[in-house]
C-alpha cells in the first residue's frame, strides 16, 4: 500500500468533514439539553429539530475517516516493515489523552456548578428529567472508581461516564480499536513469542468489549477497507474527490 498518497485536498474534504460532524454531534446534544419531549411546533423549531438530529450518524463519519486515516497509515507501514509498536502507541495515547483528561476534569467542574445553581429550582434538566433526579443520577457518577474507570477506558463498556458526559464513550471506543490494531499488527510482523504474546492480548480485548462496541469496530474497518480498495485502484472516488487523490 506504498503507493497511495493523501494529498492536501483529500486532508482538506477529511477535516471539513471532521468539522462538520462534529458540529452536528455538539448541536446533537445541546438540543437534547436544551428540549425535551415534542416540542417541534411550528415550522421553524422543526426545522431545528430536524437539523440536530444527526449526532449518531456523525459519530459513524468519526469511526470510519479513523480508520481510514489511522488503520491506513498504520496498515502502510505493516506492509513495509516499518511499523513500530512504541511509536504507533505514544501517539495515540497522546491523541486520546490529551483530550479526556481535560474533558474530565472540566466536566467535574461543570456538574458541580450545575448541581450547585439548581439545586432548589424547579427546572428541568436533560430529558425532561427533574433537576433533583437528574443531580442525584450525575453525583452517584463523580466518584474516584468511575473516575478511573473512565481513565481506563471502560465508559461505555463496563462502567458508567464520568458525570453527566456521557459522549466519552466514542473515545473509549477509539481507544480499543486503536489497541485491537496493534496488536494485529505485531501479530503480523512478529514471530513467536511476539505474536502469540499479540494473539493473546487480541483475544483480551475482544473478551473485554461489548457486543456493540464490537459491532461499531466494524466501521472503524470499513475505512480501512477503503483506504486499502484505493491502494488496488479496486474503488473509484468520485469526480469531485478524484483530483485530490493521487496514487
Known amino acids: 500500500m506504498h503507493r497511495y498518497r493523501l494529498s492536501d485536498g483529500l486532508s482538506s474534504y477529511l477535516d471539513a468533514m471532521r468539522?462538520?460532524?462534529?458540529?452536528?454531534?455538539?448541536?446533537?446534544?445541546?438540543?437534547?439539553?436544551?428540549?425535551?419531549?415534542?416540542?417541534?411546533?411550528?415550522?421553524a423549531?422543526?426545522?431545528?429539530?430536524?437539523?440536530?438530529s444527526?449526532?449518531?450518524?456523525?459519530?459513524?463519519?468519526?469511526?470510519?475517516?479513523?480508520?481510514f486515516l489511522v488503520g491506513g497509515i498504520s496498515a502502510r507501514r505493516v506492509?513495509?516493515?516499518a511499523f513500530g509498536l512504541p511509536a504507533y502507541m505514544i501517539a495515540r495515547f497522546s491523541r486520546i489523552y490529551t483530550v479526556l483528561v481535560p474533558a474530565l476534569c472540566?466536566?467535574?467542574?461543570?456538574?458541580?456548578?450545575?448541581?450547585?445553581?439548581f439545586r432548589s429550582t424547579h427546572l428541568q434538566g436533560p430529558a425532561a428529567v427533574p433537576v433533583s433526579s437528574w443531580t442525584a443520577t450525575v453525583s452517584a457518577r463523580l466518584d474516584a472508581g468511575t473516575f478511573l474507570a473512565n481513565l481506563a477506558m471502560m465508559q461505555g463498556i463496563h462502567a458508567e461516564a464520568f458525570g453527566s458526559n456521557t459522549p466519552l464513550w466514542s473515545l473509549s471506543c477509539e481507544w480499543w480499536y486503536y489497541c485491537g490494531f496493534a496488536a494485529i499488527a505485531v501479530a503480523v510482523s512478529r514471530r513467536s513469542l511476539g505474536r502469540a504474546?499479540?494473539?493473546?492480548?487480541?483475544?483480551?480485548?475482544?473478551?473485554?468489549?461489548?457486543?456493540?462496541?464490537?459491532?461499531l469496530a466494524l466501521l472503524w474497518m470499513l475505512g480501512l477497507l477503503i483506504i486499502f480498495c484505493l491502494d488496488r485502484k479496486r474503488l473509484r472516488l468520485?469526480?469531485?474527490?478524484?483530483?485530490?487523490?493521487?496514487?
Open 45 to 52: 423549531m422543526k426545522l431545528f429539530m430536524a437539523l440536530t
Open 19 to 43: 468539522w462538520i460532524s462534529a458540529v452536528l454531534v455538539l448541536l446533537f446534544h445541546t438540543r437534547h439539553i436544551l428540549f425535551s419531549g415534542d416540542v417541534a411546533h411550528g415550522a
Open 238 to 247: 468520485p469526480i469531485w474527490l478524484s483530483g485530490a487523490c493521487p496514487a
Open 106 to 117: 472540566l466536566g467535574l467542574l461543570l456538574d458541580l456548578a450545575t448541581m450547585a445553581l
Open 79 to 81: 506492509e513495509r516493515g
Open 54 to 67: 444527526f449526532g449518531d450518524e456523525a459519530v459513524v463519519i468519526f469511526f470510519v475517516i479513523s480508520g
Open 197 to 215: 504474546a499479540a494473539i493473546a492480548i487480541f483475544v483480551a480485548i475482544l473478551a473485554i468489549l461489548t457486543p456493540k462496541v464490537l459491532l
